[in-house]
């Protein structure tokens, strides 16, 4: 089956769905997800929506405060335009009847997170922020918009010039084929890299292998965000406790009770989360086990509701006033390098939200920017492809056969295991130098578009996928030879001033070449 579309779009979390309802009607558009709609981490999202919409607050405050989070390595103007627009986008949202939380006096309710020096978090449903969005773009989907259920994406169409012209894709009837001028990734992030993760099952770092494959940059890889709060139920993480708790005033404590984030850092328990999860880890590794202390709160079960069945379906006494937490993989604040509107370095291929980087998380993502950046470039690509409506020229995929797949592939979870141990929290160039030659051990990801992926299944896509990614966080992580954001070399542990501005970029023809180049040598 070949399809033709004016915009494709890969994915169907808050950014994929923004930017659809944004095109006008005359386009045609096709939404591609390889589960179904709406099944992701944007529904699992808790906090909520950062936006400086306070009497006493102002974008360029948020602005600081999201530059402070991420060590400096923001892009400035794509990080202050984004707090620019967010009170606009709330506004929009709240007009078209989004179910926000508001305050009796009728205003909406401004919640508190870790970094952010004012009340600026929108939220809906108490803690169910992310549900109440989907819920709401769904609804306000266009009909002209068709969606395909179930349709895992393997490969970029690409001609001999390297423009991206569409894609294919596999579901269980076979191979499909979709065409169009304009093709957009929104696949979100790759926490189900890690053994320990908030993310959802589907979140396994695809989008970025594929743009990998496809020749883009990518930029920031080495910048894993790791959530200080997962429930830890008999060593093993559940679900996500919000910062939303610590924001209403619950404290991390050890097993006396006694607050671990004292003399840790000024704003204690609201420190950046790299911070916070920093201090959990090297705690929980020397045999203290960490809680929320959420004792001295008033409301918990009404403020969050989803995390309250959380804890009893887990089997969490809440009278008690202790939830067990650890740390886990939460978020990537590298991706697929692109520009204010969300273009990548390949002609025809786009990236918004979690999957792209766009600058604006630097190398720690400020609490309740991600929602908000998917929702700001939604809305700014939709300007632009409206603007630039290029006619499809139908062109001629480089089309050189390929041999199968010929390598055995670890387990989905030796890959998770190996990379929580090797490429976590803490991080050493001697671990990192092993874990890269393990993943070299079954093909150089420059070297993966040379073979025919199409009759491996989902399973098995799923874990080459996973590989390729690995690859491009490790190889990131072990260039980067400092510490810095959530980034921490126990073999670096300061900041160096010669990497304040400097960005590591990985492009798959750009190896390729110094591959050969070393071969010839």
């Not at 393990?438 to 896509?461: A, C, G, H, K, N």
């Amino acid at each position: 089956m070949i399809r033709t579309a004016d915009i494709i779009i890969i994915g169907s979390g808050v950014a994929a769905l923004q930017l659809a309802r944004q095109l006008a009607a005359d386009k045609n558009v096709i939404i591609i997800t390889k589960s179904s709609l709406g099944q992701g981490n944007s529904r699992l999202a808790q906090g909520g929506i950062a936006a400086a919409i306070g009497d006493s607050d102002h974008p360029f405050y948020h602005f600081i405060d999201s530059v402070i989070a991420g060590q400096s390595m923001n892009n400035h103007q794509a990080t202050l335009m984004m707090t620019e627009e967010a009170p606009q986008i709330i506004r929009e949202l709240e007009t078209d009847g989004c179910a926000f939380d508001y305050e009796e006096q009728g205003t909406l309710a401004l919640g508190k997170e870790g970094a952010h020096t004012q009340n600026r978090i929108i939220h809906g449903g108490g803690d169910q922020t992310g549900k109440v969005l989907m819920d709401y773009l769904i609804q306000s989907l266009p009909q002209h918009v068709e969606i395909f259920e179930n349709h895992y994406v393997f490969e970029f169409l690409t001609n001999e010039e390297g423009c991206c012209f569409g894609v294919k894709s596999k579901d269980a009837s076979g191979i499909h084929e979709f065409h169009a001028p304009h093709t957009v990734l929104a696949t979100g992030g790759c926490g189900q890299l890690y053994a320990s993760t908030s993310n959802a099952s589907s979140v396994t770092g695809d989008g970025m292998a594929l743009a990998y494959q496809a020749g883009a940059e990518l930029a920031d890889m080495e910048f894993i965000q790791f959530h200080p709060t997962l429930l830890y139920i008999q060593e093993k993480p559940v679900g996500l406790i919000s910062e939303a708790v610590r924001g209403e005033g619950a404290v991390l404590v050890d097993k006396n009770g006694t607050p671990i984030m004292e003399n840790v850092h000024p704003l204690r328990d609201l420190a950046p989360r790299h911070v916070v999860s920093q201090t959990i880890y090297q705690k929980r590794k020397n045999g203290d086990d960490v809680y929320l202390d959420i004792s001295g709160m008033e409301g918990f079960q009404k403020r969050f509701p989803h995390i309250t069945n959380l804890c009893r379906q887990y089997g969490v006494d809440l009278h008690r006033g202790q939830i067990p937490v650890a740390p886990g993989c939460h978020f990537s604040m590298g991706g697929v390098k692109t520009d204010m509107v969300g273009r990548s370095t390949v002609k025809g291929l786009y990236a918004i939200g979690e999957v792209a980087c766009t600058g604006v998380h630097g190398a720690n993502r400020l609490a309740s920017n991600s929602l908000l950046e998917g929702l700001v470039y939604g809305k700014r690509l939709a300007k632009h492809l409206q603007k630039n409506s290029d006619p499809f020229l139908q062109t001629k995929e480089t089309t050189e056969k390929r041999p199968p797949f010929p390598f055995k592939l670890p387990s989905k979870t030796e890959i998770q295991e190996r990379m929580m141990e090797n490429v976590g929290i803490m991080r050493d160039g001697q671990k990192l130098s092993n874990h890269l030659q393990w993943l070299e051990s079954f093909v150089r990801p420059s070297d993966w578009r040379t073979y025919d992926i199409s009759m491996l299944t989902f399973e098995q896509m799923t874990r080459m996928f996973m590989l390729q990614t690995c690859w491009l966080i490790t190889s990131s992580a072990l260039e980067r030879e400092e510490s810095r954001g959530s980034h921490y070399r126990s073999d670096f542990p300061e900041e160096q001033l010669e990497w304040q501005n400097k960005q590591i970029i990985r492009q798959r023809t750009l190896e390729m070449r110094e591959v050969h180049e070393s071969m010839e040598t």
